[in-house]
C-alpha cells in the first residue's frame, strides 16, 4: 500500500530493486509480476520516467516475485516551479509469507526543475544529499547487501559481462584474473545466466583479489562463513575444487576444499586434510557453507544439512594477512594437479555465524530472511 499525497503539478514515481537488478511491477488482474526497466544505473529522471505511479501500485493486490526476497524500494518525487504543497510517500507491505524490505535507497525530490546539483535527496536517516547519491550508490545498492543475519558481507560476487574480468563483487573488493582472461558466464541453477565459469585445469584462470574493503582489511575475524552454489565440471588429479584459499606463500594457510564425496579444510602447517563425507558432489549443483567460529570450530553443510564439525587451528587472525585466491591453491609448481573447472553462483564470503543447524536452502544469499 502507497500513502501521501500527491498535489497537482507534482509526480511520485516508485521502482524495486530485487536480486541485484532495478525492476517497475507489471499488474495481470492484481498479480504483480518484475518488469525490468530500462535503467539500471538509477537517477532521479530515470525512476521518475521509467518507475509506477501510486495508483498503478495500489491495483496490484499480491507481489509473488517479492515473497521470501530483499526488497529496496526507491522513490523518486518531483514538484513544478511555484509549488507550495511538496508531494509526500510512505510504503507499506502486508504479507503472510516471509519477506525482508531492506532500507530505502532515498527518497529523491526534484523541485523546481532547476535544481542545484541536479536535485535534492532524502537518505533514509534524513540527510540532504546530492546527484552524487544515486549515480553513485556503491555497492550497497546495486545488489549487494551489507548485514545478513547479524553477518556483514565481505565478499559478494556476481556475473558482469560489462566487467573486464566477467565479474562484480558488490562489497566493493577488486579482483584480477590469473592469466587476464574474463570468465565465462554459464547457466546458473534455476535457469538464469547468472553463474561463471572457473577453469584453473585447461585454461588457468581463476580470481585473485587485488584490493579489499574495509571490513577485509578488518585485523581480526575470528568467525566468517563461505557460503556459495558450485557444480563440479572436471576434477584436476588431485580430485578437489577449491572454492577459497588464503595464503601466505607457505604453510600458512586456510584453504577450504571439495571432493568427490567429501568436504574439506586444510589445516594450518600439517598439510593435513580435515573432512566431512557427502554423496556425489559432482552431480549438478549444491549449496555448500564453511562456517569459521571462534578461531577454533569449522561447521561444513551441503544443501542445507549439517554435516559435522572440525576443530581448526587459524594461522592468521586477519583476512588481509594473506593472498585471496578463487578456484586455485596458491601453489605454483602444482597448478596443474591442483587445478579444476567448477562453476559458482552466488559467492559471499561473511563476517559471522550464518548457521549452526540445518536450514532451507534459497535461491540465493540475498534471500535469508
Known amino acids: ?20 537488478g532495478w525492476y517497475k511491477l507489471a499488474n495481470n488482474n492484481g498479480t504483480a509480476s518484475l518488469a525490468k526497466v530500462p535503467t539500471q544505473n538509477i537517477t532521479a529522471d530515470s525512476v521518475l520516467n521509467e518507475g509506477n505511479t501510486v495508483a498503478e501500485l495500489n491495483a496490484i493486490n499480491s507481489i509473488p516475485p517479492f515473497v521470501g526476497r530483499y526488497v529496496y ?35 529523491c525530490i526534484n523541485q523546481m526543475e532547476r ?24 555497492t550497497e545498492h546495486r545488489g549487494g547487501l551489507r548485514s545478513l543475519n547479524g553477518c556483514k558481507l565481505i565478499f559478494q560476487l556476481r556475473t558482469d559481462s560489462a566487467s573486464a574480468t566477467g ?16 570468465l565465462d558466464r554459464v547457466q546458473d541453477p534455476f535457469g538464469g545466466n547468472d553463474a561463471f565459469r572457473i ?28 557460503a556459495s552454489w558450485f557444480k563440479i565440471e572436471r576434477f584436476g588429479a588431485n580430485g578437489i575444487i577449491c572454492p577459497l ?27 593435513k586434510w580435515l573432512t566431512v563425507q557427502t554423496e556425489d558432489n559432482a552431480s549438478g549443483w549444491h549449496y555448500f557453507e564453511f562456517g569459521f567460529e ?62 549452526r543447524s540445518n536450514y532451507d536452502v534459497p535461491k540465493e544469499i540475498s534471500e535469508w530472511g
Open 245 to 271: 584459499s588464503i595464503c601466505n606463500g607457505g604453510y600458512e594457510c586456510i584453504v577450504v576444499g571439495v571432493a568427490e564425496n567429501d568436504m574439506r579444510y586444510l589445516n594450518h602447517g600439517c598439510g
Open 73 to 107: 524500494p526507491a522513490a523518486a518525487m518531483w514538484a513544478a516551479d511555484g509549488v507550495t504543497q511538496m508531494p509526500t510517500i510512505r510504503l507499506a507491505f502486508n504479507s503472510d509469507e516471509p519477506l525482508a524490505v531492506g532500507k530505502p535507497v532515498g527518497i
Open 294 to 355: 571462534g578461531g577454533t570450530t569449522l561447521r561444513m553443510f551441503r544443501d542445507g544439512k549439517f554435516l559435522g564439525t572440525n576443530t581448526i587451528v587459524r594461522p592468521f587472525p586477519g583476512l588481509h594477512q594473506a593472498l585471496n585466491w578463487i578456484g586455485q591453491f596458491q601453489y605454483a609448481p602444482n597448478y596443474r594437479n591442483n587445478g579444476s573447472i567448477f562453476q559458482i553462483y552466488d559467492f559471499c564470503l561473511m563476517e559471522g555465524v550464518l548457521h
Open 167 to 182: 565479474v562484480t563483487d558488490l562489497q566493493g573488493n577488486t579482483w584480477t584474473i590469473h592469466n587476464n582472461q574474463k
Open 199 to 226: 577453469d584453473a585445469l585447461t585454461i588457468q584462470k581463476w580470481l585473485e583479489l587485488k584490493s579489499g574493503n574495509a571490513l577485509w582489511n578488518k585485523d581480526d575475524i575470528p568467525n566468517f562463513t563461505l
Open 115 to 138: 535544481p542545484v546539483d541536479g536535485f535534492k535527496q532524502i537518505s533514509p536517516s534524513g540527510n540532504m544529499l546530492t546527484q552524487g547519491y544515486l549515480d553513485g550508490l556503491g
Open 1 to 20: 500500500m502507497i500513502q501521501g499525497s500527491e498535489p497537482a503539478n507534482t509526480k511520485r514515481r516508485i521502482v524495486f530493486q530485487v536480486n541485484g
